[in-house]
């Protein structure tokens, strides 16, 4: 199957401060990407849908100006947390859907915001 | 919009013997219907997916049935291993927004 990388695995960040989390395609071009937020033994969060050029969409109850999402090229998106405070602590997710519309899943970004 | 539901939530099973888990959804617009399993502290991975088109797709131990007019698809995994033992999540496409709508997951444990 398809490939789709991200990065940092993990980090740990002091409240107040902003952390960039890269989601690529690696062997696909994906004019979608998805960005989701886990929580422990719960099921995948759908925060908001990333287009390739154009402004992303986001759920409801997700704040866009928090969260800044960026999809500048067909193979990478990045999500922004700005201004991180300790609720934002969380299992991040990205996926990237193909031509086929099969979506595949990054590895996910560990956030610890003290 | 999409709503899924899963279940079970957890489901313990023999080694050897079958697992089955079920959802259903309310769009009968949808028309993919993919399945992840997650392992603790991985990413979800594709392991069967099924479009509205067919009633049934197998792929050696695990197999998808889809009932448009109950909208209703299931998970059969048989022989189950040890390292089937995961937690499962099912979706369905939800055809305006074109973004999956997962289930709630079904943690499925593997006894020897």
């Known amino acids: 199957g398809a490939v789709v990388s991200q990065h940092p695995s993990r980090v740990i960040c002091k409240s107040g401060t902003s952390v960039k989390i890269e989601c690529r395609s690696l062997?696909?071009?994906?004019?979608?990407m998805f960005w989701y937020r886990q929580f422990p033994k719960k099921s995948l969060m759908l925060m908001a849908t990333s287009n390739e050029g154009s402004k992303a969409t986001y759920e409801q109850g997700v704040e866009k100006d928090k969260f800044l999402i960026n999809h500048a090229s067909l193979t990478l998106s990045t999500l922004t947390v700005t201004s991180a405070h300790p609720e934002d602590s969380s299992f991040y997710i990205c996926?990237?859907?193909?031509?086929?519309?099969?979506?595949?899943f990054g590895p996910g970004t560990r956030l610890l915001v003290l | 919009g999409e709503n899924v539901e899963q279940h079970p939530s957890t489901l313990s099973v023999q080694e050897g013997d079958s697992a089955v888990i079920k959802c259903t959804y309310s769009d009968s617009a949808s028309n993919y219907f993919p399945w992840y399993k997650q392992e603790l502290g991985k990413r979800p991975q594709l392991i069967i997916d099924i479009r509205s088109n067919v009633g049934e797709k197998k792929d050696q131990r695990i197999a998808v049935t889809l009932n448009k007019t109950a909208k209703h698809f299931s998970l059969h995994i048989t022989e189950t291993q040890p390292e089937d033992s995961a937690v499962y999540f099912c979706?369905?496409?939800?055809?305006?927004?074109?973004?999956?709508?997962f289930g709630q997951g079904t943690r499925l444990t593997i006894n020897p």
């Open positions: 979706a369905a496409l939800e055809q305006g927004a074109q973004k999956l709508v």
């Open positions: 996926s990237a859907r193909d031509a086929r519309e099969t979506q595949y």
């Open positions: 062997d696909f071009q994906a004019t979608t």
